[in-house]
């Protein structure tokens, strides 16, 4: 008997997102030119990886517990078992946060989740409950972000950054406009420091204005920083740091501080939440009854090995990435440099090119007099050796076609070198013909 | 500034579902009860575990990598970075379940996920693209499947099984009277092995029965069974095993045959799929798509730790189990031998009490004349000291109010005859009472 075929219109819709589609796009464009230097993936430098970390940062984890009093039975509990879907190291990362962050809050806020993205779809399960609410969005945006919502149907709207970054201005827009049309906004989410893709970082007047402004319209803030600690120098505070009354949901991730393949992040979320009877839970205890129906609890061996990493560095995330932090910023430095060698002031003006000048994280955006898309990415790769990553991708109402993002922190310095000056080429080529 | 609160009914109404407030109940009294004997939780007996075993496990499946050719760099990149969102142990897992399940697929049909829970929401979402669109479950229902279809607002209708089990025409009955509601009936959930919550095994006939009924009305069928490698002596062939014609979607677990922090399962997908322009995919394609926006990939410590188990009994589960399914056999065994020995055939006539007898798996199901309700969990907890799982929780539509789950994995042989004992004497102070 013939198979059945799916037909995939028949699919829910975020199967056929276009975003997916673009994204995929680029892995077919990176694997058919495997010699082309890619400023595209946002993933870490792993030449600092150590092939027996894991099991040296999964042993201090466990001596740990022998030290905390732990029986043999209590590790075969807490290492094989179904562990607290909340999480088994929210302590150590309270600790953190602490050390590190100025973030005191209590264990029971955290939530550990498998990646900040599940944090993500967790927050937005819970903070959006029917078809009237609408969750804001800082765009260009982080996809993941605006995938977790397209995959539980849920309204986004794009509060437009301006090309010095976000304004609270217009977020007061958006939220006036959306109550206009009936609708409910219920928080804002936002990268503050070297945000993915466009790189700005959120000044510090604004942080307090924007803690103002959600304050004011009752709305909570949703802080993702995942580029704060693998970045030179000292970070601004974080929005949840700053936050006196419990406004800032804060979603870390440790996989660009420890590891991505660990599958380790959290949601701090010390909200109270009252029910009709009046009885009160933290919005932590909410986003862990999502989890359990989501992945029941995170993997202990990435929290071991999570929690390891920590312990040896007595939660000070900053002290642990030292040396990363400098490779990112010496190759965000160095890509800039080159730029500035290969498409000097003077040239660049006539070609109506030019970037912004992020003091850390992964990315910058770079504005170009042409088209940014699949084609252009396809000559570039294909003539020109280089592949980078339209912004068009991350504009959820369309936009950014004119913007390219340059990912720095996978390369070395000779590939930036080499990498860069082809990237002038494609430019001048590109513009040429424009 | 007075912290805002969130009202509880602002949330999404999967945090306010009832089945969660239930099992923090359970909790709860587990907590509250610590001297009881618990029939209550579904896990794997802990006692078999070494602590050293994740670290063998871990070196095993790293060593495999260098005899396969792996650099150093290879494997950093494998353990370390963000891993393929399908999974990097694909072909591993295939070649298990060739090996012991006779299900003959290519890797690139599975998709590795962080529990079979997110395998369950992957397929879920996919499959369910609209209002008009409705998911069948047998029912008693595990809670994963019907907590992952609250969490994205997917309509279910309950299929209840008879006592000796599921019935093809009570199926096809719902199909038929789903389509007259103007609804489309995409897919059917079931365990067909020693089911979680009712202990109850699908017959053969009655497997090719249902093949056959999914073939004509064209749905889906998803098999969960977590339970078979776990039970003493030979399964019935997979529902997998037996397609001819893609109309099964299998899902695994790791969590009760290898260990459940793991947080590793998967879901076989190979149907086509096919889009407008007539490209075709395969569904796991789509699953892993879902899978990117919910938990990107799954830990590569998970997926290294079940390679390693995997490769040491070259994929055949079976044999790794053999000592752990003789356990849980001798467990089930022993509780219902304790069971006809405090209530014998006589007596247990008389109060209108009944049990079945499954062959393998964690759960058996008891029929009492009472209600078998919070309240009398409570009683039984406080009073006579023995724990033990409402079935009300696992009928999505209601009912089950009169039967209780024993699940037997996680008892000592003298905590069974104890427990037994103190449930019988709870079973006939109720039934006097009643």
Same mark, same amino acid.
């Given at each position: 008997?013939?198979?059945?075929?799916?037909?995939?219109?028949?699919?829910?819709?975020?199967?056929?997102?276009?975003?997916?589609?673009?994204?995929?796009?680029?892995?077919?464009?990176?694997?058919?030119?495997?010699?082309?230097?890619?400023?595209?993936?946002?993933?870490?430098?792993?030449?600092?990886?150590?092939?027996?970390?894991?099991?040296?940062?999964?042993?201090?984890?466990?001596?740990?517990?022998?030290?905390?009093?732990?029986?043999?039975?209590?590790?075969?509990?807490?290492?094989?078992?179904?562990?607290?879907?909340?999480?088994?190291?929210?302590?150590?990362?309270?600790?953190?946060?602490?050390?590190?962050?100025?973030?005191?809050?209590?264990?029971?806020?955290?939530?550990?989740?498998?990646?900040?993205?599940?944090?993500?779809?967790?927050?937005?399960?819970?903070?959006?409950?029917?078809?009237?609410?609408?969750?804001?969005?800082?765009?260009?945006?982080?996809?993941?972000?605006?995938?977790?919502?397209?995959?539980?149907?849920?309204?986004?709207?794009?509060?437009?950054?301006?090309?010095?970054?976000?304004?609270?201005?217009?977020?007061?827009?958006?939220?006036?406009?959306?109550?206009?049309?009936?609708?409910?906004?219920?928080?804002?989410? &936002?990268? *503050?420091?070297?945000?993915? #893709?466009?790189?700005?970082?959120? /000044? !510090?007047?604004? +942080?307090?204005?924007? $803690?103002?402004?959600?304050?004011?319209?009752?709305?909570?803030?949703?802080?993702?920083?995942?580029?704060?600690? &693998?970045? *030179?120098?000292?970070?601004? #505070?974080?929005?949840?740091?700053? /936050? !006196?009354?419990? +406004?800032?949901?804060? $979603?870390?991730?440790?996989?660009?501080?420890?590891?991505?393949?660990?599958?380790?992040?959290?949601?701090?979320?010390?909200?109270?939440?009252?029910?009709?009877?009046?009885?009160?839970?933290?919005?932590?205890?909410?986003?862990?009854?999502?989890?359990?129906?989501?992945?029941?609890?995170?993997?202990?061996?990435?929290?071991?090995?999570?929690?390891?990493?920590?312990?040896?560095?007595?939660?000070?995330?900053?002290?642990?990435?030292?040396?990363?932090?400098?490779?990112?910023?010496?190759?965000?430095?160095?890509?800039?440099?080159?730029?500035?060698?290969?498409?000097?002031?003077?040239?660049?003006?006539?070609?109506?090119?030019?970037?912004?000048?992020?003091?850390?994280?992964?990315?910058?955006?770079?504005?170009?007099?042409?088209?940014?898309?699949?084609?252009?990415?396809?000559?570039?790769?294909?003539?020109?050796?280089?592949?980078?990553?339209?912004?068009?991708?991350?504009?959820?109402?369309?936009?950014?076609?004119?913007?390219?993002?340059?990912?720095?922190?996978?390369?070395?310095?000779?590939?930036?070198?080499?990498?860069?000056?082809?990237?002038?080429?494609?430019?001048?080529?590109?513009?040429?013909?424009?």
């Amino acid at each position: 008997m013939e198979s059945p075929v799916l037909r995939k219109s028949d699919l829910h819709a975020s199967v056929s997102d276009p975003v997916l589609d673009t994204m995929n796009f680029l892995n077919e464009v990176t694997h058919r030119y495997p010699d082309a230097i890619s400023f595209a993936p946002g993933r870490p430098y792993d030449g600092f990886f150590d092939s027996e970390q894991i099991f040296t940062q999964i042993r201090r984890y466990l001596d740990h517990l022998v030290e905390q009093g732990a029986s043999a039975q209590d590790i075969r509990t807490a290492m094989y078992q179904y562990g607290p879907t909340a999480g088994q190291i929210r302590e150590i990362i309270a600790d953190s946060l602490r050390a590190d962050e100025d973030i005191d809050v209590p264990a029971e806020s955290i939530v550990v989740t498998v990646g900040a993205q599940e944090a993500m779809l967790l927050v937005l399960r819970a903070l959006v409950a029917g078809p009237d609410d609408v969750f804001l969005v800082a765009s260009p945006c982080y996809v993941g972000i605006t995938g977790a919502a397209r995959l539980l149907d849920i309204r986004v709207r794009a509060v437009e950054e301006r090309e010095d970054g976000f304004s609270c201005a217009d977020l007061e827009r958006a939220i006036l406009d959306e109550r206009e049309l009936g609708r409910r906004p219920r928080a804002f989410y &936002v990268v *503050p420091d070297h945000s993915n #893709p466009s790189g700005t970082t959120m /000044d !510090r007047q604004t +942080r307090a204005d924007l $803690l103002e402004l959600a304050a004011r319209h009752d709305i909570l803030i949703v802080e993702d920083s995942p580029y704060r600690r &693998v970045s *030179p120098g000292s970070p601004l #505070p974080t929005l949840k740091s700053l /936050d !006196r009354e419990r +406004r800032v949901v804060h $979603l870390g991730s440790f996989s660009k501080t420890i590891f991505p393949g660990a599958r380790v992040g959290f949601a701090v979320a010390d909200q109270r939440v009252v029910d009709d009877s009046g009885r009160t839970t933290l919005l932590a205890d909410e986003l862990a009854k999502i989890k359990s129906m989501v992945t029941v609890n995170t993997s202990s061996l990435g929290q071991a090995a999570v929690a390891g990493a920590l312990l040896a560095s007595r939660g000070r995330i900053s002290e642990l990435n030292t040396r990363a932090a400098a490779y990112y910023g010496d190759a965000l430095k160095a890509t800039l440099r080159n730029l500035d060698a290969q498409l000097p002031a003077g040239r660049r003006a006539e070609l109506g090119v030019r970037w912004n000048e992020p003091t850390g994280g992964f990315f910058l955006t770079v504005h170009v007099p042409f088209r940014a898309d699949n084609a252009a990415l396809t000559r570039s790769a294909q003539e020109f050796g280089v592949i980078w990553t339209p912004m068009s991708y991350f504009y959820p109402e369309g936009g950014g076609h004119n913007v390219i993002r340059l990912s720095t922190s996978y390369l070395t310095p000779t590939e930036i070198e080499q990498g860069v000056a082809r990237f002038a080429r494609f430019v001048e080529s590109e513009s040429a013909a424009s």
